[in-house]
């Protein structure tokens, strides 16, 4: 086996290794070089512009989806990667944000991202504000032919939920969850409230206890620059970073009644049954 990992439902899914962004002035010669699964590897295009990954001698099937590199480790996905329609949807603006590296379990980094209760207390003023910490009845449901978690109905009030936004707004939320590693936010557009913008969160894991974990917006915004759009994001997981690296144990316990639950996780409970039941372990307590 060329990767350090004997969990299947990993090993035989699609995980990122970056932007393809990496690749520019990459070749055979000099490839873009990451860790992935305590393993390294190598990714460049050929002449023909086909993207190529190895791990020492061995070829990996890698793929270029949604601007990002994906690699299956095993070289026999159970499944093609998952949808992302909103990234080809006309009137939508892509923005890669880029990864932040976190000393976490991805399995930790995906939980957090779905979390909505630390919304006033990890990123006050922005995705929340004491005294409004009240997170509201919403619904989980599991898509069985999809492999995918969905929580719907789901609303928070904001101070500032967005670059462009200028006043605070009761913001909708949907979660889907796509992979153990990959997870979609979908909130409310402030400059178009009858519509969604999509937030992709991918996570690579170099190891079971560190990962980078990239960011991609899907979002109708044609006014604010990039760079203020980057360092929005940028703000909300420094937030995040230094309370994630502090979770003690690093990896996710997934026994029913390790941690004691809240009454605002029912899509953590819903995620964690739902690496149960699928068997994955990496990242997880064993
Ligand atoms: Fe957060």
Not at 35 to 54: F, I, T, Y
Not at 107 to 121: I, K, T
Not at 248 to 273: F, I, W
């Amino acid at each position: 086996m060329t990767f350090q990992c004997d969990d299947r439902t990993v090993l035989d899914d699609w995980l990122t290794v970056g932007p393809s962004t990496r690749l520019t002035g990459r070749s055979s010669t000099n490839p873009y070089r990451t860790k992935l699964l305590s393993s390294d590897v190598d990714v460049w295009r050929d002449g023909q512009g086909k993207v190529v990954a190895r791990c020492g001698d061995s070829t990996l099937m890698v793929q270029d989806a949604y601007g990002y590199l994906w690699i299956c480790p095993s070289g026999k996905p159970t499944k093609t990667i998952f949808s992302f329609p909103e990234y080809a949807e006309p009137g939508r603006r892509i923005v890669d944000c880029d990864g932040i590296g976190v000393a976490v379990s991805g399995l930790r980094m995906v939980e957090n991202f779905l979390d909505m209760g630390h919304f006033p207390y990890v990123h006050a003023h922005y995705l929340g504000e004491v005294p409004q910490t009240e997170v509201a009845a919403y619904e989980v449901n599991v898509d069985e032919s999809a492999g995918e978690i969905w929580a719907t109905n789901c609303r928070f009030y904001q101070p500032k939920t967005s670059k462009s936004a200028t006043t605070g707004l009761d913001v909708q939320y949907r979660y889907r969850v796509m992979q153990p590693m990959s997870a979609i936010l979908y909130k409310t557009a402030f400059p178009r409230p009858g519509e969604m913008d999509a937030i992709g969160l991918f996570v690579q894991p170099h190891d079971e206890e560190s990962i980078t974990a990239y960011c991609l917006l899907a979002y109708y915004d044609d006014t604010t620059t990039e760079t203020d759009l980057l360092s929005f994001q940028h703000t909300i997981f420094g937030q995040d970073k230094p309370i994630l690296e502090n979770q003690r144990p690093k990896r996710m316990p997934l026994q029913p009644g390790s941690e004691v639950p809240t009454r605002c996780d029912a899509m953590s409970v819903a995620y964690r049954r739902w690496l149960k039941a699928r068997g994955t372990s990496y990242g997880a307590v064993r």
